[in-house]
């Protein structure tokens, strides 16, 4: 919708006239994630959803049954993914919005839930921050290495992108709160009020919820009322120097079908989608501490650093496909989206939902983990900062990511949360 539109209805659904409908269904986004869907590997996957989770319940050994429910993942986020495009063509763009940050994020969301009441408290911060890892050094780092070579530089707006970065700090540095007061008390040692409690941690855990969902509405607002200009005349500034660059390829794609699903269609998908996914998800959060002492491995391992890479694989390599075809702008944008919908979104429900269940969850990390994310949040605003990027500063967070899977690898477990009584 371009800025000069008099419809400023933010609950209004999207008009329904072959324009606005190819634009929005075959979108640079779309058109990438069901060329993903479409892959032959993709569709053989399918099968590992039902023999997962008959293998778990059969009591298959654990290794297995982690494999095979975490490569069913992919198939099943692929389908979401591309139910919740067609969905959001009878929604409005707050609907949509909404949509994007619950069941595109499901995994996050669901593991999020199921570790909590298994009491795998260790298990929740762990996936949130391998997923964020994922978006601020592998993708960007991917989008930027593929797409830069051979050219001097990657341009993208820089205005947008200083508005969303420096929202995506700021919430970072929020969440970490918690865990400074922790690691770094009070220099007065001899009185006893001068120590953090965990009544305390829990309590701003809480407060800090409150504060980030009030944030995400307020962010919504500012993305699609408010400066809504912005975003839109970048979005136009971006199709416009692709559709230059590859006109052909875009009339190919205009000729294809408007929509996989109906509305109603799209509303199975979804709830099939989620209900295998539900039940994958309980199979891997059974079974990754089994795996991780039977391999060795740390036990934030295998949520830490599997799930979030291999579960949400095509969405990451949606965003890169993108990206390849000349729409960097909007790459990097959905990168920070997505971030930010784990931090103003996703965590908030998560402790709220904690909170609910008198399950007292908290924003308290790693160390070890939140120094991860707080040194990955600083190196991807550095390479951003000036509105471009070139392939050496992409192969410098993939490098990055590496070095950060070999160090999770290596390092020792981490106990896990027990569930003391606020």
């Not at 591309?82 to 619950?102: H, N, Q, Y």
């Not at 809480?206 to 944030?215: D, E, N, S, T």
């Not at 996989?260 to 959060?285: E, K």
């Not at 904690?354 to 160390?367: A, E, H, K, S």
């Amino acid at each position: 919708m371009s800025a000069a539109s008099p419809d400023n209805s933010l609950l209004s659904p999207i008009p329904n006239t072959p324009m606005r409908v190819s634009r929005q269904q075959w979108r640079p986004f779309h058109r990438a994630i069901v060329g993903i869907g479409s892959h032959q590997y993709v569709k053989a996957m399918v099968v590992t959803v039902p023999i997962g989770i008959i293998t778990a319940i059969l009591g298959g050994p654990a290794q297995i049954v982690f494999g095979l429910n975490l490569t069913a993942l992919i198939p099943l986020v692929t389908l979401l993914t591309i139910s919740v495009a067609d969905l959001s063509m009878a929604t409005g763009r707050v609907v949509d919005e909404l949509l994007k940050a619950t069941i595109g994020n499901a995994i996050e969301l669901i593991l999020g839930i199921v570790a909590m009441n298994k009491g795998h408290m260790h298990m929740i911060h762990s996936t949130l921050i391998g997923s964020m890892l994922c978006y601020m050094l592998l993708v960007p780092g991917s989008c930027f290495c593929l797409t830069g070579y051979g050219k001097e530089h990657l341009y993208f707006d820089r205005t947008l992108i200083s508005i969303m970065a420096s929202l995506m700090v700021a919430v970072c540095m929020s969440l970490l709160v918690p865990t400074i007061m922790v690691t770094f008390p009070s220099l007065d040692t001899t009185s006893p009020q001068a120590s953090v409690t965990r009544l305390e941690i829990v309590f701003v855990s809480r407060g800090a919820a409150v504060v980030l969902f009030i944030l995400f509405g307020v962010f919504l607002l500012f993305q699609l009322k408010s400066h809504a200009s912005i975003f839109h005349l970048a979005e136009a500034s971006s199709e416009g120097s692709s559709d230059s660059h590859n006109l052909n390829n875009r009339g190919i794609a205009e000729d294809r079908p408007a929509r996989l699903f109906t509305p109603r269609g799209a509303a199975v998908a979804v709830v099939a989608g989620i209900t295998c996914l539900i039940m994958c998800i309980v199979c891997i959060v059974e079974s990754a501490d089994r795996v991780s002492q039977e391999l060795g491995l740390s036990r934030a391992f295998p949520t830490l650093v599997l799930v979030p890479l291999i579960g949400n694989s095509a969405r990451y390599a949606s965003i890169v496909i993108v990206s390849r075809h000349g729409h960097v702008e909007s790459a990097v944008r959905a990168i920070i989206n997505n971030i930010l919908r784990i931090t103003l979104y996703v965590i908030p429900v998560l402790v709220t939902v904690g909170w609910i269940l008198n399950l007292p969850l908290t924003l308290q990390m790693d160390t070890f983990e939140a120094t991860m994310l707080f040194l990955a949040t600083m190196v991807l605003i550095y390479v951003i900062q000036d509105g471009r990027s070139n392939y050496f500063e992409g192969l410098m967070l993939v490098g990055t990511y590496i070095i950060s899977v070999a160090a999770f690898y290596m390092c020792p477990g981490i106990a896990d949360t027990t569930r003391p009584t606020p």
